[in-house]
């Protein structure tokens, strides 16, 4: 099984954040521009075939350029309360966790990125896969199916762009009326949570000189993504001066916690939704 077959099914179709599982990955193809990954999506194309294997180049090439604001141009998401903050959740895992890799790589080399076990960049065999795509058109979202196998990649159009579809994020619901099981959403919502501040911990304590090797971090990070994995579990303990640049630099402020007792009641999701 290739890199983009291990990496794409786990980022782009499982139904929980790849974090949780290691991804191999490769270094970013060369000359991969930071900060304009966007652009092609976002321009109008007839051919909607050749339009959705863009939108998925763009966020490849975002993701492994760690870019906060291009991801959020090309992940889609309803306006809902529930989806807006589940994209922030999986920006800040993305962004962080490419920093984490280029924090090991600065104090450690070069092959400090792939010990950490987790890297979220595509190599060059995935661009071309993806180039060479087939495209299956829909009414609501087509499927662009990569060259050798891999899983398909949903894309939805709106608002004039194509948009990579993440099952992470276009699960989330807030209206438990109509989609039964909407505290499921909010359970979801605060493990991607605990997982953005462990990705942010590990990345935080390699940049300070906290940890004594690139093996190391990878125990820490491991360690946190287990803990993460807890239900409502207590989540990293920060430094002062850590949790002050969590707080400055997050996407999104905190989940919501766990309701304080039984019962009905309008979802929290529904009220700041009309707030």
Do not use: K
């Not at 000359?31 to 999506?41: L, M």
């Not at 007839?46 to 906060?68: E, H, I, K, Q, W």
């Not at 529930?82 to 966790?97: H, P």
């Amino acid at each position: 099984m290739g890199p983009f077959r291990r990496g794409t099914i786990l980022l782009l179709a499982a139904s929980l954040p790849p974090w949780a599982t290691p991804v191999l990955g490769q270094p970013p193809p060369a000359g991969t521009p930071a900060g304009t990954a966007a652009t092609a999506a976002a321009e109008p194309d007839g051919d909607p075939a050749r339009a959705s294997r863009r939108a998925v180049l763009d966020f490849m090439a975002a993701v492994s350029a760690g870019d906060r604001e291009a991801l959020r141009g090309l992940i889609h998401a309803r306006t809902g309360a529930a989806q807006s903050a589940g994209l922030s959740y999986v920006i800040d895992c993305v962004v962080w966790q490419r920093a984490l890799e280029r924090a090991a790589v600065d104090r450690w080399g070069t092959d400090a990125a792939a010990a950490l076990g987790y890297a979220t960049n595509f190599s060059a065999a995935d661009v071309r896969s993806v180039e060479q795509a087939r495209v299956e058109v829909r009414e609501r979202e087509n499927l662009v199916v990569p060259a050798g196998g891999a899983a398909p990649i949903p894309v939805r159009q709106t608002d004039g762009r194509w948009r990579v579809v993440l099952r992470a994020v276009s699960t989330l619901f807030d209206d438990s009326g109509q989609f039964r099981g909407e505290r499921g959403s909010e359970t979801r919502l605060r493990y991607l949570d605990r997982v953005r501040r462990a990705i942010f911990h590990a990345y935080w304590r390699v940049r300070e000189g906290r940890v004594a090797s690139a093996d190391a971090a990878r125990t820490e990070l491991q360690s946190g993504l287990a803990a993460a994995a807890v239900p409502d579990g207590p989540g990293p303990a920060m430094e002062p001066a850590e949790q002050a640049e969590f707080d400055r630099t997050a996407a999104a402020p905190p989940a919501p916690q766990p309701p304080g007792g039984g019962g009905g009641g309008e979802s929290r999701f529904n009220r700041a939704g009309r707030g």
